[in-house]
């Protein structure tokens, strides 16, 4: 059966550093998303993607995080300077289109910042 | 504000018997309500959803109920088995006039299956 990627399953790094996270969709897939889940809840979306187009990105804090699909495939979601309370899980999610509501998750990159 | 809301935190139950988690919701556009499983280190999979347009869904072992009215949805699992023990999410979204798979995720319910 087909997954979403993603790379790497595990991060530490220091805070004011630099990080980033890259994610897969399943093949043929238009509409991507990358939610962040705190430890204890629930995942919270971060940006949504329609092909390379950015269709929300309300809830991503843009002084320190940036999103990318240039060819409209893979993702990269990147976070500069890291924080202590970036620590959390990053789900990449996967869909046909904007139009169905079943999402696929990917594992996640589990990233935490000392 | 939380949109969704999500009890209880977490739940024991036997082999066998039928553990059931509730969910609230305040925005009266929602219209799809989806419930998935995560188990650890893995992401959220999808367990089934129902629409406000049907009072219940059953997928298997799996029902959920909904009660418009209400604004309130629940998740049964009939005979649950030790492999079901994960936690369970509900979900909801507005799927009609954009923001299409936006779900709103409550915080999650913790479910342990004892042999």
């Known amino acids: 059966e087909a997954e979403v990627a993603q790379s790497p399953r595990y991060k530490i790094t220091e805070k004011s550093q630099a990080v980033a996270f890259w994610c897969d969709p399943i093949?043929?897939?238009?509409?991507l998303y990358w939610y962040r889940q705190i430890l204890g809840q629930g995942p919270e979306l971060l940006v949504q993607?329609?092909?390379?187009?950015?269709?929300?990105d309300s809830q991503l804090p843009k002084d320190r995080f940036s999103a990318e699909r240039l060819k409209g495939v893979d993702s990269t979601l990147k976070i500069q300077p890291a924080e202590l309370g970036d620590s959390a899980m990053y789900l990449c999610?996967?869909?046909?289109?904007?139009?169905?509501?079943?999402?696929?998750f990917g594992s996640g990159t589990q990233l935490s910042v000392l | 504000q939380q949109q969704v809301k999500q009890s209880p935190q977490s739940l024991i139950v036997q082999k066998g018997g039928i553990p059931i988690i509730n969910c609230a919701y305040e925005?009266?556009?929602?219209?799809?309500f989806p419930w998935y499983q995560q188990f650890p280190g893995k992401g959220p999979a999808l367990l089934i959803a129902i629409r406000p347009d049907v009072s219940e869904k059953k997928e298997g072992r799996f029902t959920i109920s909904f009660n418009k009215s209400a604004k309130q949805f629940s998740l049964h699992i009939m005979d649950s088995q030790p492999g079901d023990s994960a936690t369970y999410f509900c979900?909801?979204?507005?799927?009609?006039?954009?923001?299409?798979?936006?779900?709103?995720f409550g915080k999650g319910t913790k479910l342990s299956v004892k042999p």
């Open positions: 999610a996967s869909s046909l289109d904007a139009t169905n509501e079943k999402l696929f």
């Open positions: 979900a909801a979204s507005k799927t009609r006039g954009g923001s299409q798979g936006n779900l709103i």
């Open positions: 925005n009266t556009a929602f219209d799809y």
């Open positions: 993607f329609q092909d390379e187009s950015v269709v929300d």
């Open positions: 093949s043929g897939h238009a509409t």
